[in-house]
């Protein structure tokens, strides 16, 4: 199935090429620190495109990992170059292509997709639901889509963590995906 409704045959998300908005986008994270507090970042630098139409729907993005903002300079500098991170000297890029786009219900769907961080590539899957499509005054067409998901950090090689003197771990190893994306079409599929 793909991103068409199988009852109704109707598209979930109207066809054409999409090209993320990113003034107007999100692409952010949080994972446990502590055990009981949350780090909340983002990204401030990323691009993205999904294209519905006659053949398989597809959706790609690529993240600037020097772009990573969790509101701590020094944290952010540790992330950024740290061979015990991103190392963004030697992996500029975090990477997604998908692999399959399915329709939920409702107009929710599911991309699942290869995502390539510090050279190592997996699996993931991204819930998604369609926001708004509209028509804009000008006569562009933008839609609005929110994806949540989740990853193993450890999958990555993003080994690093220090042990509690209480017990436990100082970072947890699931990292909570939150992408808020707005999109324009660019072109008809």
């Known amino acids: ?10 598209s979930v998300v109207p066809a054409g090429k ?5 003034p107007r986008s999100s692409v952010a994270f949080a994972v446990k620190h502590m055990m009981v507090a949350t780090v909340n970042g983002r990204f401030r630098e990323f691009a993205g495109m999904l294209e519905v139409g006659s053949g398989a729907p597809r959706a790609t993005g690529v993240v600037k990992a020097a772009s990573i903002d969790t509101n701590e300079p020094v944290r952010d500098e540790h992330l950024r170059d740290s061979s015990d991170f991103f190392d963004v000297e030697r992996y500029p890029e975090i990477s997604f292509n998908s692999t399959r786009i ?4 409702g ?6 997709g290869a995502l390539t961080m510090r050279g190592v590539t997996r699996e993931i ?3 998604a639901q369609l926001g708004v ?14 994806l949540r998901g989740e990853l ?3 999958d ?19 990292v909570k995906i939150a992408l808020d994306i707005s999109a324009m079409k660019s072109e008809v599929a």
């Open 102 to 105: 399915d329709y939920l219900d």
């Open 133 to 146: 499509a509209r028509r804009e005054a000008g006569g562009d067409e933008r839609i609005e889509l929110e």
């Open 125 to 127: 899957k991204l819930d």
């Open 156 to 174: 990555f090689g993003l080994t690093w963590n220090q042990v509690l003197e209480t017990g436990g771990a100082l970072l947890g190893n699931k």
């Open 18 to 22: 999409w090209s993320v908005d990113a």
């Open 152 to 154: 193993n950090r450890r």
């Open 1 to 10: 199935m793909s991103v068409v409704d199988g009852a109704s045959g109707a």
């Open 107 to 112: 107009g929710r769907f599911r991309i699942v």
